[in-house]
């Protein structure tokens, strides 16, 4: 049930921001973003509702070429978005939607490559950890920011966190669409709702 309470409140989030952005916006609402100590992620995707989007991950597995390209047959079987994280190349022979950049990568979005990517209609989204992080990726004509970590996350206890203040502020004076990452939740998700976000991504709280 709180898995499905989840994608309805990330709709409903998004459905408000919406207004915000150009109809033709074509930036999932609903992100699960791949983690190797939640299981396989391909059992996940069935459970996604169509217009999500699945990021992979899973740098250091040896099979991630495997891997990708099994992600990349059930997504679209289910009209879900498939992005590869921080390697172009891979997601140029899974044929993958997009790709994701982590912050330190940010950089890489102007390189031929990337730019001719999005030129193509390829999504580019990238991870932001700090307001000068998320001028870069407006700069840097990013697609969206996965704004982290928002809330307390278990896999990084006591880790500082934006708070919803922060993150509020951080929306507002963003270029590009947000979605927040770190400790969303069923119980969490209704605070975004008025902040303007976009949507959301989760890795537990979607495996």
């Not at 992100?31 to 991950?57: E, K, Q, W, Y």
């Amino acid at each position: 049930m709180s898995f499905r309470t989840l994608a309805i409140q990330a709709a409903k989030l998004n459905a408000s921001a919406r207004g915000n952005w150009p109809a033709a916006c074509p930036v999932p609402w609903l992100v699960f973003v791949t983690d190797p100590r939640v299981g396989d992620p391909v059992a996940i995707v069935p459970r996604l509702p169509p217009g999500s989007a699945v990021i992979m991950r899973h740098y250091d597995d040896r099979f991630r070429s495997d891997l990708a390209l099994r992600l990349r047959d059930a997504t679209q079987k289910r009209d879900i978005r498939f992005l590869v994280a921080a390697d172009h190349d891979l997601a140029v022979s899974c044929a993958a939607d997009g790709v994701h950049l982590p912050e330190g990568l940010l950089p890489r979005a102007l390189c031929p490559e990337l730019v001719d990517w999005r030129r193509a209609g390829g999504l580019v989204t990238a991870a932001v950890h700090s307001h000068r992080a998320l001028v870069m990726a407006g700069r840097f004509g990013m697609d969206a920011a996965l704004v982290s970590p928002v809330f307390p996350t278990a896999s990084h206890p006591g880790a500082a966190t934006l708070g919803l203040f922060r993150f509020r502020a951080l929306v507002q004076r963003s270029r590009v669409p947000v979605l927040a990452l770190g400790g969303i939740s069923a119980s969490t998700l209704p605070r975004l709702y008025g902040s303007g976000a976009w949507g959301v991504a989760a890795v537990s709280a979607l495996a």
